[in-house]
């Protein structure tokens, strides 16, 4: 028998209008003028202090991690931290930017859950009118595929894992995948 308050719950942050900007405005300094290849995955991460476009990330970085190797090629990991800021910039010159199909972190997303942001998602891939798009994770895939698709965005039909939890071998595969069917060439160039 567990006693009383012996239960450890991990309680993440909630979601302040300041996070919320904060991730917007990082977003921001990273968007390139034209969106090539726009990158969709499932919501930020719960913990507020981690963000795809926050460059003082110290670890639990997989995705910018893993599409970084996608994109650059083999990669240092401590390059990609200690250099996060001049690899993003990288990622903007080359016209490539990351988006989320919710707007804030989720534990336990499901198509329930996710499927009402489909819409609204749609509306914002369609504003970057990006040269092709990338879903990531396979949640995504399941959600946004076939309204992407139906709205006549041009959405690559390829379903990935997340790459974290050992799947990272099978996200660049994937995605390597997705890149040759969308026509972007890889590697892309490497911040000086």
Known sequence: MTKPGSERRLRWP????????????????????????????????????????????????????????????????????????SYLGALREAGVFMIDLAPEGMSNATPAKLRPLADGAVGRCAALKPKAIVLIKSSVYDVLFGALRDAGLPVVDERM???????????????????????FDVPIRRPK
Not at 161 to 179: I, K
């Open 14 to 85: 909630v979601h302040s209008r300041t996070d919320i900007e904060r991730r917007e405005n990082a977003a921001a300094e990273y968007r390139p003028g034209k969106v090539r290849l726009l990158l969709v995955a499932e919501a930020p991460p719960c913990d507020t202090t981690r963000y795809f476009y926050f460059d003082d990330v110290p670890n639990h970085d997989w995705l910018y991690m893993y599409v970084c190797r996608g994109l650059f090629g083999e990669v240092e990991i401590a390059d990609l931290r200690a250099r996060k800021a």
């Open 161 to 183: 894992p997340f790459p974290a939890s050992g799947q990272q071998p099978a996200f660049l595969r994937a995605f390597a995948d997705a890149l040759e069917t969308a026509g």
